[in-house]
């Protein structure tokens, strides 16, 4: 029962990676481990600025 | 040996408190070459099975085939392609060094250059190059039976389209992902660059018309998918706001509360589709669903990405991995007889119904994605490269990710041929032909005197009425057909026969979605391109954010691929039949653009000696897409020359006939003059260009080999401070690497190089 729980998290936590919901965690990994100066940015601000950001640059969908 | 790019700096530059970044050279060519006796008998029993399946498919002449041969000798196939082909144009080609950092390492900056699981990754990148593209074109091409399409998507992506996406993806990395476009300008100087340019500008807007074709003959006169596609907007606009004001980042919350609305919209559109008011409300005619896609390919390429696009694509991708997996799982199960014959009576004619032309060139067009598709360059370059962790990981991602699609495309091909090949003709002919009712396209496909057909108007009717439309006669396009066959297996799978219509309209549903994402980021793309072009003459326009220029260059490419889907909807001659060569044609086109790239890349990294694994597919695409440019062209044959076309219906208006062929009216007849002209020129246009860009890139390579190399465009190497495994599993000598990372502290494993 366990290994099955297990399992499914796994592909929930692979699933949740492939369509990038883990996006803001690795923009804070990235932030600490860099060492910027000022805050980072929040979670809401972070994902604003992302979508913001793919409206002037486009990535193309494949036939 | 070549040369191989410049590596001065690199070893002094390693941290010497990090493990190393890469495994030792030699440690993995000894693990590479050594044949322990369970590895040979693994690859000997691959080999076997592959054969014995190729055996069955092939030569086997048996009454029906059974599917599961299908799977096997696909997967056999990759297996070998991808252990020993792919390693040798990593070894001898690329030569990958996971001493250099990728641009996901030294660029990083959390966003858009991230390092990235190489698994995750391979999800990823498959989810953005795979779409309705292997869905659609097998199913077309089954008109010649089953084995010209099976043994090229097979043979052709081992050779030629992985080769391509990996090839490109790695040369991109190293150029610190840059696209398809700008290596084009670099590698073969201003004119190839241009022509290229131009070129993509023109195929994105042939592609993208031809799959909005497909949507619209999908849901015309079809109420139930036009609710339940309809309300994929919707849910879309609130999975939108819901991620931007109410919680942000949850995208596998969001994503499963969009799965749930739209299997709800599938059940919701049975119901409607039932009702009075719902049938009269959405029987819409495909001019009136050409011109709502036409609008709502404007609106939704000038709304922001997050309303629409961004909410929409995590709902097609959660649809691609989901339908995948179980479309895979049911024909295991399932494992369908085939009956369809391995060549079929159209195999050597040229006026097939479902699309015209010989076998040879016009099936390796019908067949683009899944065995070569230039789009996938765009893709392979540009995104997937900047979140590579490690350069040895484009084999598995792009040479890997390809071969996923592929076997998409064989289960497509599958699924549509186990269905009746009466029926299966009955849908995919044009208008003209069956005449559109049930007696009609019985009388016409049992006069075309198949092997074992003979189909009643009674089957056809019950079909449809199975999978709960009004019609089936002449639903071309390829969408339809996949979506009853997939209907019959799955129905055998999960529900029984009363599930097929939730089935056929299931994948309806996500071939639209695939379709309209596809549209929607198309044409902002092109969008991007033209801005682009016109900001070299007036610079006001490369301004992203200046909404007048962003809206005329939305206008005109919408207008551009607008035309074109109108011009398809309304041909006389089944817009199908006559445009879905052109759309092959263009991908593969584009494919022959990219690999001329990269074989003026390659020649200028002196690899001389296997330049011929790049010039081999460039040739066959060549040929093939020149070939076939030149059968649309000058052919004297009506159905296959849109010039000859052209000349005959002009010359019966002048004669003063008021019907012609399947044109029935004068207007109509005019329709024809004018659309053979415009497909005409078009093709005229797009291989004068492709023809510029190969010789530009084979004068770049000629020029390259007399030299003995030539100046290389990648971005310096930056020695890595991390490291990944290559491939899924990692072997003993990774496992040993990765195990001394592990061991390191945390601040010191997720240190970024190259960083301030």
Redo the contacts between chains.
């Keep these: 029962m366990k290994a099955v729980v297990r399992g499914f998290r796994g592909v929930?936590t692979?699933?949740?990676?492939?369509?990038?919901?883990d996006?803001?965690r690795?923009?804070?990994?990235?932030?600490t481990?860099?060492?910027h100066a000022g805050p980072a940015m929040t979670?809401?601000e972070?994902?604003?600025?992302?979508?913001?950001?793919?409206?002037?640059?486009?990535?193309?969908?494949?036939? | 040996m070549g040369k191989v790019p410049d590596q001065t700096g690199l070893a002094e530059g390693l941290d010497p408190t990090l493990p190393a970044p890469a495994v030792d050279d030699s440690v993995r060519e000894a693990e590479e070459r050594k044949w322990t006796p369970a590895k040979i008998g693994l690859w000997v029993a691959i080999s076997l099975l592959g054969a014995v399946a190729w055996f069955m498919l092939a030569l086997v002449r048996g009454e029906t085939v059974n599917a599961i041969w299908f799977v096997f000798a696909a997967v056999c196939t990759y297996l070998i392609g991808y252990r020993f082909y792919s390693k040798v144009i990593e070894r001898y080609l690329l030569k990958p060094d996971d001493h250099r950092a990728t641009p996901a390492e030294y660029k990083?900056?959390?966003?858009?250059y991230?390092r990235?699981?190489r698994?995750?990754l391979f999800?990823?990148h498959f989810?953005?190059?795979?779409?309705?593209?292997p869905l659609v074109g097998p199913v077309i091409a089954a008109q010649m039976g089953y084995l010209p399409g099976t043994i090229w998507i097979i043979i052709g992506v081992v050779l030629a389209g992985a080769v391509q996406d990996y090839l490109v993806m790695f040369f991109s990395m190293r150029r610190g992902g840059r696209s398809l476009g700008q290596m084009a300008r670099e590698e073969l100087g201003v004119i190839g660059g241009t022509a290229a340019l131009v070129a993509t500008l023109l195929i994105m807007i042939i592609?993208v018309a031809i799959?909005a074709l497909v949507v619209v003959n999908a849901l015309g006169e079809s109420p139930w998918g036009v609710f339940s596609v309809g309300m994929t907007i919707p849910i879309a606009l609130f999975m939108g706001v819901y991620?931007?004001f109410i919680r942000?980042?949850?995208?596998?919350e969001v994503?499963i509360i969009g799965f749930v609305l739209l299997m709800a919209a599938i059940i919701g559109g049975g119901a409607v589709a039932g009702t009075e008011w719902g049938a009269a409300f959405f029987h819409l005619d495909k001019v009136t669903i050409a011109w709502g896609i036409i609008i709502y390919g404007f609106i939704a390429a000038i709304l922001?990405?997050?309303l629409l696009?961004?909410p929409r694509?995590?709902l097609?991708?959660?649809m691609k991995?989901g339908v995948i997996v179980m479309l895979a799982l049911a024909i295991i199960v399932v494992r369908p007889e085939i009956t369809v014959p391995a060549f079929s009576e159209f195999a050597g004619r040229e006026n097939g119904p479902v699309f015209s032309g010989a076998l040879f060139p016009f099936l390796f067009v019908t067949i683009a994605?899944g065995a070569l598709?230039g789009?996938?360059a765009?893709?392979s370059s540009?995104?997937t490269p900047k979140l590579i962790e490690k350069e040895r990981q484009t084999r598995f991602i792009g040479y890997g990710g390809m071969l996923m699609e592929s076997f998409v495309a064989i289960m497509a091909l599958v699924a549509a041929i186990s269905i009746d090949r009466g029926i299966y003709f009955a849908m995919n002919a044009p208008l003209a032909l069956t005449g559109g009712t049930v007696e009609s396209a019985a009388q016409w496909v049992n006069s075309l005197g198949l092997a074992n057909v003979n189909i009643t108007p009674d089957v056809l009717a019950q079909t449809a009425k199975d999978v709960g439309e009004e019609s089936i006669i002449s639903r071309s396009g390829g969408a339809p057909t996949l979506a009853v066959g997939l209907a019959h297996i799955m129905q055998q799978f999960i529900g029984g026969p009363g599930m097929m219509a939730f089935w056929y309209h299931f994948a309806i549903m996500f071939e639209a979605l695939?379709?309209l994402?596809?549209v929607d980021?198309?044409t902002?793309?092109a969008r991007?391109m033209l801005q682009d072009s016109i900001g070299n003459f007036i610079p006001k326009f490369k301004e992203?954010?200046w909404r007048p220029g962003a809206w005329l260059c939305t206008a005109i490419m919408v207008g551009a691929w607008g035309a074109v889907l109108l011009m398809g909807v309304t041909d006389p001659l089944g817009g199908i039949n006559t445009l879905f060569p052109l759309f092959g044609i263009a991908?593969q086109l584009l494919a022959a653009i990219a690999l001329a790239v990269c074989l003026a890349i390659t020649a200028k990294r002196g690899v001389f000696k296997w330049l011929w694994i790049v010039a081999a597919p460039l040739a066959f695409a060549a040929v093939v897409t020149i070939t076939a440019s030149f059968h649309k062209i000058f052919s004297p044959v009506p159905a296959v020359g849109y010039f000859a076309n052209n000349q005959a219906f002009s010359k019966a208006l002048a004669d003063g006939k008021t019907e012609f062929g399947t044109a029935k009216t004068v207007a109509a007849m005019e329709a024809v003059v004018r659309n053979t002209m415009i497909q005409g020129v078009l093709s005229v246009i797009f291989v004068t260009l492709s023809i510029i860009v190969i010789v530009a890139a084979l004068i770049a390579t000629v020029r390259a080999i007399r030299a003995g190399g030539g100046q290389d465009h990648e971005d310096p190497a930056v020695p890595s401070k991390v490291y990944a495994p290559a491939g899924l599993i990692p072997t003993p000598a990774e496992k040993k690497l990765l195990a001394e990372w592990n061991a390191l502290p945390a601040?010191k494993r997720?240190?970024?190089a190259g960083?301030?």
């Design positions: 929930a692979y699933l949740g990676s492939l369509m990038g919901a996006a803001y690795k923009y804070l990994e990235h932030f481990s860099s060492g979670e809401r972070f994902w604003r600025d992302r979508m913001d950001r793919q409206d002037s640059n486009p990535q193309g969908r494949c036939c | 990083a900056d959390g966003k858009d991230v990235t699981d698994n995750v999800g990823h989810a953005a190059i795979a779409g309705a593209g592609i799959l991620l931007r942000p980042g949850k995208v596998m994503s922001p990405v997050w696009l961004a694509d995590y097609s991708t959660f991995i994605c598709s789009f996938h765009l893709i540009g995104t695939f379709i994402t596809a980021a198309g902002r793309v991007f992203a954010s991908n601040e997720t240190q970024k960083h301030h």
